[in-house]
């Protein structure tokens, strides 16, 4: 697929990966993120790397009361875009929600809600011209709520339910909507966290995650793949012994 790209969050550490994999492609990238700064820096390291052609837009993605008039910015300017990936997101601090409702429900915002409006007006864009690919990044803590991380996971299990339900509304009119399920990754969003042997490097789920939304035909993705047998455990444990466990 050689047209558009828009990236939502296009200073994420996997964003800016699977920008570079797309650049090499030569492609056309359209980059939506909300430090102007930071996103010129990006534009030009994808520049450099062969982008076609790269465009920045500034933007408070949680921002909801922005997103129709940041759309049509977004559609002014890359009116043939074959593809958008959703990729930002906050690592909520579970300590904190547990006594913040407003901070819960900012995080909530963020990963959720916010991310459902901008999934809709992407659809709309692509279905009026009946192909293209929506690619959502959610997480594996969304498959699963936990003591330690229930906002995010929250948030991240109704994206993911949203993109299920998306993906149906879509399909008939060709367009394609791949949920992104990563496993723990070596990026800035959890750099105070302990890294271990499953914990991924940004660029192979940058590979896989482009590769698939060039070539694949899965509806759903776990990045690397063995996260799906974890999560099937971690799914099947009942709700009466998961409530008595410290994870
Ligand atoms: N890293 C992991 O272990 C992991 C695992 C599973 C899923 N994920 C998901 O992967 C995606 C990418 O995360 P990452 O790992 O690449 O982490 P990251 O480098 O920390 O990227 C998170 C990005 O989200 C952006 N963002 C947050 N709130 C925003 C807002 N209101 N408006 C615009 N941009 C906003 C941040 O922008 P600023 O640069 O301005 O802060 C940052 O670019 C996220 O959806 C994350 O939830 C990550």
Redesign the pocket.
Known sequence: MSEGLIIL????????EVGRVAARHGRELLL????VE?AEAVAGDLRARGASKVTVIA?????ISTHFSLWEQIEADMPDAAEVL??????SDQARADNDIDYTLSELN??FT?AASLLMHAAEQLEARKKGVLAV?????GDRARRSNYV?GTA?GALTLFAQGLRARLFASGVRVLTI??????????AHMKKGLL?AT?QAVAAAIYRDMENGSADVIYVPGYWWLIMAIIKAIPEKVAKKLKF
């Not at 969050?9 to 800016?16: L, P």
């Not at 933007?59 to 921002?63: E, G, K, Q």
């Open positions: 969050g296009a200073t994420s550490k996997i964003a800016q939506v993120a909300r430090s930071r933007a408070d993605l949680a921002d959703l990729a930002y997101g906050s690592l963020t990963n916010s990044i959610t997480s594996v803590a995010y991240k399920k990563p496993g723990p990754v070596d990026t800035p969003m959890i914990t940004p």
